[in-house]
Every structure is written in C-alpha cells, then in structure tokens.
C-alpha cells in the first residue's frame, strides 16, 4: 500500500484510500475499485510484528476491501 497517498483519515489511527485496477481474473472486463483501511495495531487493540525490516508492516494492518459501490466513500464502506 506504499503507493496510495491520499489518505482520508477517519479516526486517531484509522485512514481509508481508495485504488483502481484492472485485474485479470477470468470474466472481469472493467476495473474495480478497491477500499484499503490502514490500521495502527494499538488502535484496534492489536499489537503486530510482521517484519522488523518492514516498517510498514510493523505500524499498519491494512485490510482492503473490493466493492462494486461507485459512490460511498471509502471510509463509509469501511464502516459498514
């Protein structure tokens, strides 16, 4: 998630962004919109050590979620 930089924060360690790609699955002929959710471990309650040379990794959890919802914001489909 390195690559996304408009991050819309929704709470004290909780930011939401949105991407777009087309994937090359079988049958899926236009792109999607994916919803990434980056989450400090100490937000959620969750300490979290992946890597200690990925920093990202260490601060983040970043669930993404894939939506065909065009028009709620990306912290709104997080909510739900």
């Known amino acids: 998630m390195e690559g996304i930089t408009a991050w819309r924060t929704i709470a004290d360690g ?4 949105e ?3 087309q994937h090359k699955a ?3 002929d236009h792109e ?3 919803v990434a959710v980056r989450v400090r471990p100490q937000s959620a309650g969750k300490q979290m050590w992946l890597s200690d040379e990925d920093e990202l990794s260490v601060e983040y959890r970043v669930p993404v ?3 065909n919802d065009e028009e709620t914001a990306p912290e709104e489909i997080w909510r739900q």
């Open 32 to 34: 999607r919109r994916y």
């Open 19 to 21: 991407l777009r790609f």
């Open 14 to 17: 909780i930011a939401a962004a």
């Open 26 to 28: 079988e049958g899926w």
């Open 65 to 67: 979620h894939l939506t």
